[in-house]
């Protein structure tokens, strides 16, 4: 098939994202139970980190790879005023990835649009009623157990009075702490972003276990910063999580941009047991992360400092269009 210029590199960023997404992301599902059970023996935090950084490598460093090597050199090498054919597998890759993208796009589309009903639901029988430690808390006049973190941009803490009431001050300030903590690690835009990333393949949730292992890892440190080393808001926490559990507030569905205290009662055993245990001395991935960034920058700056380099993709990127 004859396409035009704009066609061509339109088809061209299409597959070159397809071929380098591809490929990284069946690298990151053959070790995403060699990572998840490394991210469970660090900190928290930086185990959370570290799923997150693994399940949107692909997409990233494929948008890279579009941006920085196949525009440019499509751009200066490939002479506009002659019109050339595509081959069947350069198109089949650039459908498939379009499809892709609109179901990762479709998929975020819809939470937002539920994240949103939830949020407008509930603050429809609320109000703002007190402020904690600088964050406005919206008390909602329901008996149903709610307690959860909604919205991207400007996120809320929602509470009902019931669970407010069957709380005990220490447990619920412990419990709003949780909150806080998902609100200053953004961890609801971070949800966000889990949805936008592509799949390998349409229907194929190949990194449903590593967002669910984020998810699971999340908690884990949104509870280490609400306890904040502290045994008594330790033990407090556990209590506020039985007693949400026993009220029923599990059960209640919070969307999947929000953070609610309680996602299901699936997690709750271990959840108990790390804030009743003594916290273990865990080992911190920083200094790994600072080293990896560190290398992949020198090395794409090497990369493209290369006089060839632009030339190269743009001889393979031939070689894909035919």
Not at 72 to 91: I, K, Q, R, Y
Not at 145 to 154: E, S, T
Not at 273 to 286: D, M
Request: hydrophobic content about 55%; some cysteine; aromatic content about 6%.
């Amino acid at each position: 098939m004859t396409l035009p210029y704009l066609v061509r590199l339109l088809s061209l960023s299409l597959a070159c994202f397809f071929l380098v997404h591809t490929v990284l992301a069946m690298a990151v599902w053959a070790v995403s139970r060699r990572a998840i059970q490394r991210a469970e023996r660090l900190r928290p935090k930086d185990g959370a980190t570290l799923l997150l950084a693994l399940r949107l490598l692909p997409a990233a460093a494929a948008l890279a790879a579009v941006a920085l090597l196949c525009v440019p050199s499509f751009l200066w090498l490939e002479p506009s005023e002659t019109a050339e054919e595509a081959g069947l597998a350069c198109l089949a890759a650039a459908l498939l990835v379009g499809a892709v993208w609109l179901a990762a796009v479709a998929r975020a589309a819809q939470g937002l649009v539920r994240s949103c009903r939830y949020r407008r639901t509930w603050k429809s029988v609320g109000q703002p009623a007190f402020v904690m430690e600088g964050w406005a808390v919206w008390v909602v006049d329901a008996a149903a157990p709610v307690l959860a973190l909604a919205g991207v941009v400007r996120p809320r803490i929602l509470l009902s009075r019931g669970l407010m009431e069957a709380l005990d001050p220490d447990q619920l300030r412990v419990a709003l702490l949780h909150e806080q903590a998902h609100c200053r690690s953004r961890d609801n835009l971070k949800r966000l972003a889990l949805l936008l990333a592509p799949q390998i393949l349409p229907g194929w949730r190949a990194f449903h276990a590593l967002e669910r292992a984020w998810a699971r890892i999340t908690e884990w440190a949104a509870d280490e910063s609400a306890a904040g080393g502290d045994e008594q808001r330790r033990l407090a926490l556990a209590e506020a999580l039985v007693r949400a559990v026993r009220l029923g507030c599990a059960g209640i569905p919070a969307g999947p941009l929000a953070a609610a205290l309680l996602e299901g009662p699936g997690d709750l055993d271990a959840r108990v047991q790390r804030l009743l245990e003594a916290p273990p001395e865990r080992k911190s991935g920083r200094r790994y992360w600072r080293a990896a960034v560190g290398l992949a920058a020198a090395a794409l700056a090497v990369l493209l400092l290369q006089p060839g380099t632009l030339y190269s993709v743009h001889w393979l990127l031939e070689g894909l269009m035919r």
